[in-house]
């Protein structure tokens, strides 16, 4: 069960999704990028990441620190779907979720969500 799509349609889904995400949150993600990568080299079925400190967890002088990072797993994801559909909605969820995780969302919370 594998969907592949180009480069192109793929970072055109993570684009959608990331549309998804409410206008009143945007501001709030501040040197975050978002990345698609083919895989986790150390975790290859990982289907996306989220590497930075939480907004839930900062303080005050939380400065000089290197970019929030979203990564976003193109075969992982692929490797999952069966449909241009399904990846669609599979990316969704991922961005999503990763995202939820920059605002300090638990696990739990997210899968409350459907974005688990």
């Given amino acids: ?50 590497e930075g400190v939480a907004l839930t967890e900062r303080t005050f002088d939380h400065t000089g620190f290197l970019p929030d990072a979203i990564s976003i797993y193109k075969a992982a994801l692929e490797d999952i779907c069966h449909s241009e559909e399904h990846l669609a909605a599979e990316v969704r969820v991922t961005v999503l979720h990763e995202v939820g995780h920059y605002f300090g969302m638990s696990e739990e919370q997210l899968h409350e969500l459907g974005w688990g």
Avoid: K, W
């Fill in 1 to 50: 069960m594998t969907y592949r799509v180009s480069a192109e349609r793929f970072d055109e889904m993570v684009d959608d999704a990331l549309d998804e995400i409410p206008d009143e949150f945007l501001p709030h993600m501040r040197n975050t990028i978002i990345l698609v990568q083919e895989r986790n080299a150390e975790h290859p079925s990982l289907l996306g990441l989220y």
